[in-house]
């Protein structure tokens, strides 16, 4: 009796296949390394198998896994989670403006750091630094990496080796690795913690100070708020301590807005503006956050500091680069006209959605939704409560609505008809991202300004 042959036997090679003809169309197009590495794959895949080659698949395989190598990873996706900065997916989408000015140096060379008047060598934060002090009222900005990079050359800058008095109430983790204690160490200076978490007085200020202190501090506790018997120093009066114990006065504000939001009805988030007018020699805030630009963390304040700032190395490792500067120059000049930044800038225009807008866009959309998701799940509009994010005002809600997807499976199934679903919708060309919540899948349209691709990517893939 005949012994079944090994069909692993019967595996062309590597060569062989980079030879085939429409192989070898792939390798010029693609180039030998990138296919080999692919065909490698594909064989170890065959080799784990019992089943007998077949060349026809195998090549479309190959095909298909040369496609996926080169898909880009960073994609644009719909952000249905109803927190619309939401720092794992891009925090602030940019304006028109900004794009346009992005492409319009990306491209080629550009004046990053040329003055075209003088010919001579130019400073990159130039062309951002005196609208950020228009717009602000401070002497002088610069401009890095993110807030974190800020708030890190600061205290590097001006408390390298000495200590930095900071509230107890106010050491905060904002999420990721910043935790204010740890920035602390990195810069090399000693934090020393002044009064206790829920009230820190005047006294307790000034009782801290010595010949080792180097700077104040007051960090803007974003991503929480501590209620009850509570106490702090205002701005206004730390400034006064600081200034009469001849020590900065340097304020982390985080979010930070460049206008008053409430006149959009959203919650008041504080500005680079007050904190300065309280007397803070510096303010250091992101770019995009509630500013709705760029990752970008912004220093503005008294000129001597800031050249400080400037002339220390790190400023060099943590300044921002052309596509930066260019988008931030763009954001910034929004500003200009106020009456029209909710309408040109989209973080805002996401934030200024009216709950009853968002309701309109709801039902328009339910029977899309609900004819992609077939008979396996009730589809709803459900008011839901979303949040600005990134820290800002983490107990303010913003009301809005959702499209509630309900799975009708027996209630042990739920949890992985809810996964399939959410598996499905981030499947999709440009992926979904809602929220699970209570045993539904949330998709808060708060952020959805493309209905159409929004539709017509359900209509083309149906949930399997
Ligand atoms: C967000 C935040 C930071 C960090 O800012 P990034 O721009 O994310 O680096 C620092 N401090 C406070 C108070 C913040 O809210």
Redesign the pocket.
Same mark, same amino acid.
């Given at each position: 009796m005949d012994l079944p042959v090994d069909p692993r036997r019967t595996l062309p090679s590597v060569d062989q296949i980079l030879g085939w003809p429409l192989i070898s169309v792939l390798v010029a197009q693609q180039g030998a390394t990138l296919v080999k590495r692919v065909v490698s794959d594909e064989l170890a895949l065959l080799r784990g198998q019992l089943a007998p080659c077949d060349p026809d698949a195998l090549v479309e395989n190959i095909h298909r896994g040369v496609t996926r190598l080169l898909a880009p990873s960073l994609r644009r996706v719909f952000n249905l989670t109803g927190t619309v900065l939401h720092t794992n997916l891009g925090r602030s989408p940019l304006p028109e403006e900004a794009l346009q000015a992005i492409c319009a140096v990306a491209g080629g060379a550009s004046n990053l750091e040329y003055d075209l008047q003088s010919s001579r060598r130019g400073e990159r934060d130039s062309h951002v630094e005196d609208w950020l002090c228009r717009l602000t009222g401070a002497e002088a900005a610069l401009v890095v990496n993110?807030?974190?990079?800020a708030?890190l050359l600061s205290l590097n800058t001006l408390a390298q080796g000495k200590e930095v008095l900071v509230s107890r109430g106010e050491l905060?983790e904002?999420g990721g690795a910043?935790r204010v204690p740890d920035i602390m160490r990195r810069a090399q200076c000693r934090l020393h913690e002044v009064g206790t978490t829920n009230r820190t007085h005047p006294r307790d200020f000034q009782e801290a100070i010595s010949s080792r202190c180097a700077l104040i501090m007051t960090?803007?506790t @974003?991503?929480y708020v501590i209620q009850g018997f509570t106490a702090r120093v205002p701005e206004a009066r730390l400034a006064q301590i600081a200034a009469e114990a001849e020590l900065p006065y340097v304020v982390?504000?985080?979010?930070g807005s460049l206008v008053d939001l409430s006149q959009w009805g959203l919650p008041r988030e504080p500005t680079p503006m007050e904190s300065l007018a309280h007397g803070a020699d510096l303010v250091t805030f @992101?770019g995009?956050?509630l500013l709705g630009g760029p990752?970008a963390?912004i220093v503005v304040g008294r000129r001597a500091l800031i050249e400080r700032l400037r002339r220390n190395p790190l400023k060099r490792a943590l300044r921002c680069d052309k596509l930066t500067l260019a988008a931030l120059e763009a954001v910034l000049k929004l500003y200009a006209n106020p009456a029209r930044l909710a309408e040109r800038l989209p973080s805002l225009r996401w934030l200024t959605r009216a709950p009853a807008d968002i309701l309109v866009q709801a039902q328009r959309l339910k029977p899309s939704l609900a004819s992609w998701a077939g008979a396996h799940y009730d589809v709803s509009v459900r008011p839901v409560m979303g949040q600005i994010g990134?820290?800002a005002q983490p107990v303010e809600e913003l009301p809005s609505h959702a499209l509630a997807l309900t799975p009708l499976a027996a209630r042990r199934q739920r949890a992985g008809a809810l996964k399939r679903l959410q598996t499905a919708l981030l499947a999709l060309p440009t992926p979904v991202i809602g929220r699970i919540h209570d045993g539904d899948l949330l998709l808060d349209l708060r952020c959805l300004d493309d209905d159409e691709t929004f539709v017509s990517q359900l209509r083309a893939a149906p949930l399997p």
């Open positions: 993110n807030n974190a990079a708030v905060v904002i910043f960090v803007h @974003s991503n982390d504000l985080g979010s @992101s995009d956050k990752q963390g990134s820290g």
